[in-house]
Nanobody, 120 residues
Framework: QVQLVESGGGLVQPGGSLRLSCAASGSIAIIYGMNWYRQAPGKQRELVASITRTYITNYADSVKGRFTISRDNAKKMVYLQMNSLKPEDTAVYYC??????????????WGQGTQVTVSS
């Protein structure tokens, strides 16, 4: 059973930092692209940052220069370092990965989400 599990969310003051982590587990052959999405109350889920297996990154305009996505292929982990946080960054953050399980076909997997709240 393949799973993605996020951690690292919480409450932080504006201007503060948080680091989110996402661990992939189970019988995995290979992980391709890994992404972070977020969904604020009443809004659609949006792509925040993505990273390919070869470490090419892409960011939403709203987080460029403040967030950094990284991954550790050996540990099957993806991270999101969030600096200079703003109240509008408040959302549930989801990890997402395109991966090939040991048995079966490649598909997208989602984590359960972790809440990030930016407030004074």
């Amino acid at each position: 059973q393949v799973q993605l599990v996020e951690s690292g969310g919480g409450l932080v003051q504006p201007g503060g930092s948080l680091r989110l982590s996402c661990a992939a587990s189970g019988s995995i052959a290979i992980i391709y692209g890994m992404n972070w999405y977020r969904q604020a109350p009443g809004k659609q889920r949006e792509l925040v940052a993505s990273i390919t297996r070869t470490y090419i990154t892409n960011y939403a305009d709203s987080v460029k220069g403040r967030f950094t996505i990284s991954r550790d292929n050996a540990k099957k982990m993806v991270y999101l370092q969030m600096n200079s946080l703003k109240p509008e960054d408040t959302a549930v953050y989801y990890c997402n990965a395109d991966l090939q399980p040991s048995v079966g076909t490649m598909k997208k997997y989602w984590g359960q989400g972790t809440q990030v709240t930016v407030s004074s």
